[in-house]
Nanobody, 115 residues
């Protein structure tokens, strides 16, 4: 079992920045990739960024150059630095990992960008 807890969401003006955190606990030694997703009202959940256990990263085209995923293995925490935020970035942001074929999700954190 793995527990994920996100934090750092909030209300920000367009052009501003936020940093989200996702702390993991439980069977964390089995976690390899960590991912961030988001879901806007009325839309499907979409993958934003992935980071592997070796630190390799991958991003969706719509956040490249604006968002940065990173991890602090000592703290079992993954971060999502979001810069140059746009109104269309408004969504609930979730972190996810997969262990033993099971997907584990955090509870989500709301990000609202005002234009």
């Amino acid at each position: 079992q793995v527990q994920l807890v996100e934090s750092g969401g909030g209300l920000v003006q367009a052009g501003g920045s936020l940093r989200l955190s996702c702390a993991a606990s439980g069977s964390i030694f089995s976690i390899n990739n960590r991912e961030w997703y988001r879901q806007a009202p009325g839309k499907q959940r979409e993958l934003i960024a992935t980071i592997t256990s070796r630190g390799s990263t991958n991003y969706a085209d719509f956040v490249k150059g604006r968002f940065t995923i990173s991890r602090d293995s000592a703290k079992n925490t993954v971060y999502l630095q979001m810069n140059s935020l746009k109104a269309e970035d408004t969504a609930v942001y979730y972190c996810k990992c997969r262990v033993g074929g099971n997907d584990y999700w955090g509870q989500g954190t709301q990000v609202t960008v005002s234009s």
